[in-house]
């Protein structure tokens, strides 16, 4: 019986039958451990670029997700969606996620542009990262991405413009539900690195106070 329970139980089931078998108290609802700071948004957002930048000020260490996942299953992120689809990455996303929150370390993530998409990838993110949508217009977007020479998830359509703005007016609501927002639109990457580090201040003068982590000079 017990087997069948674990075999339909979602992790975050999982997790909390694990706390109560420790002792813990499962009417105490319990707050995921701080793991650090996430970004979001839609691709050419600058995760990876201000999300590096970011960690390297603050001395912590940087994850991409979409490396994880491909890491951890062997395959590139455009193989894993042509052998699986859609479905088959969101899961490979969920556990490789599972396996970053396991660590138990501060990072700075980034994420993929579609984790929104995935309400229990996305609801972990939230509540283990301070979460930040990283903005720009649909136009940025479209440039940046194209200056990167790739269109995923933009690809092959002649329309790819209307496409990328709905795929973000879609997404909005969602994008939305992130912690805080930084707009990198109009700004160089300089700039949007310099309001982006004042964004996370508040976090990392709360996590010093809070664990006693050394506080970091920005
Ligand atoms: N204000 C800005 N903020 C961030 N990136 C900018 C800005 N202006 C120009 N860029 C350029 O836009 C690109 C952003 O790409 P980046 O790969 O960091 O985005 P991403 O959100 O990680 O996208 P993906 O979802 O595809 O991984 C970089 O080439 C960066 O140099
Ligand atoms: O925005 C998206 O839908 C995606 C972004 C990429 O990072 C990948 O996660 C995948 O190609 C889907
Ligand atoms: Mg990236």
Request: hydrophobic share 45%.
């Amino acid at each position: 019986m017990f087997r069948d329970l674990l075999r339909k139980a979602t992790p975050a089931q999982i997790a909390q039958a694990k706390d109560l078998l420790a002792g813990g108290s499962a009417s105490a609802p319990r707050r995921a451990p701080f793991c650090g700071i996430a970004l979001i948004g839609l691709r050419g957002a600058g995760k990876s670029t201000l999300g590096r930048m970011l960690a390297k000020k603050i001395g912590w260490s940087f994850v991409e997700l979409n490396k994880e996942v491909e890491q951890q299953n062997g395959l590139s992120v455009a193989e894993i969606i042509a052998l699986y689809g859609q479905e088959g990455f969101r899961r490979m996303e969920q556990a490789a996620l599972q396996q970053l929150l396991a660590r138990n370390e501060l990072m700075v993530l980034a994420t993929g542009g579609g984790i929104v998409s995935e309400p229990l990838t996305f609801d972990q993110v939230l509540s283990s990262f301070y979460t930040i949508w990283l903005k720009a217009e649909p136009e940025e977007h479209m440039a940046r991405v194209r200056r990167q020479g790739d269109l995923r998830p933009m690809a092959d359509d002649r329309s790819a413009m209307t496409e990328l703005r709905n795929i973000l007016l879609s997404r909005e609501p969602l994008y939305s539900r992130a912690t805080a927002v930084v707009d990198t639109a109009g700004l160089s990457v300089d700039a949007a690195a310099v309001r982006l580090i004042d964004a996370v201040r508040p976090v990392l003068q709360n996590e010093a106070r809070s664990f006693g982590l050394r506080s970091v000079a920005l």
